[in-house]
């Protein structure tokens, strides 16, 4: 040990002084500063946080940090579709759709605008169901942003709360999820959009 360690232990007095005045200094600056050192406003007492709770830390979806980090151009896109398809804007949606390479169907009819019209007629609401599934978690495949999640994972491997998501946004039944997980993959609605902002698909079925 140094000299000066030695001599604080060879005069008890003179310790008992020091550590008094090192406990008013670190009260002071306790109550001058917040628990991450930045000084508060005058009588604001430092807010104790919650302990973590159940409902807190549990998401029934998969939890996916880059959800809200895709590129630019990708949620500029989502979020045009999303508006339009919200308001029922057919020609919205139509000046989003490519020119060419763009998937809706296979092979019924040749514009995705007429089918989806026609499903509408039919009551099975097309437009509400791509909204929902914009809100859902996406995945990544080959390059393209893909939602659901669910898209290329295993059917099997879905919670409860996962289906009833998924039913909830009207991809597919409960009753077809389960017969996905027999089949062995995802066949329900599903949005895709290229990393550069193309909207690649809508659509169900293999």
């Known amino acids: 040990m140094g000299p000066r360690f030695e001599s604080w232990r060879a005069h008890p007095q003179s310790n008992e002084r020091m550590k008094r005045a090192a406990t008013i200094l670190a009260v002071l600056a306790l109550a001058a500063c917040g628990s991450n050192g930045e000084r508060e406003e005058a009588g604001t007492p430092s807010a104790v946080p919650e302990p973590p709770t159940a409902a807190t830390v549990t ?5 996916d940090p880059a959800q809200r980090r895709v590129p630019a151009a990708v949620e500029e896109t989502r979020r045009a579709i999303m ?25 019924a009819g040749e514009s995705a605008i007429d089918y989806w019209k026609d499903l509408d ?3 099975e609401r097309p437009l509400e169901t791509m909204a929902a599934v914009l809100a859902l978690p996406h995945t990544r495949s080959r390059g393209t942003f893909v939602w659901p999640w669910a898209y290329d994972g295993d059917p099997a491997d879905l919670t409860d709360e996962e289906k009833d998501a998924l039913a909830g946004a009207r991809v597919a039944t ?26 690649l698909y809508f659509v169900a079925g293999d």
């Open 174 to 199: 409960r009753k077809q999820l389960d017969q996905m997980a027999e089949f062995g993959h995802y066949l329900g609605w599903r949005l895709g959009i290229r990393r550069d902002g193309t909207w």
């Open 59 to 63: 998401d029934p979806l998969p939890a």
């Open 83 to 107: 508006e339009a398809a919200e308001s029922g804007d057919y020609d919205a949606l139509a000046a989003l759709i490519p020119g060419s390479g763009f998937t809706f169907s296979y092979g």
């Open 121 to 123: 007629a039919q009551g």
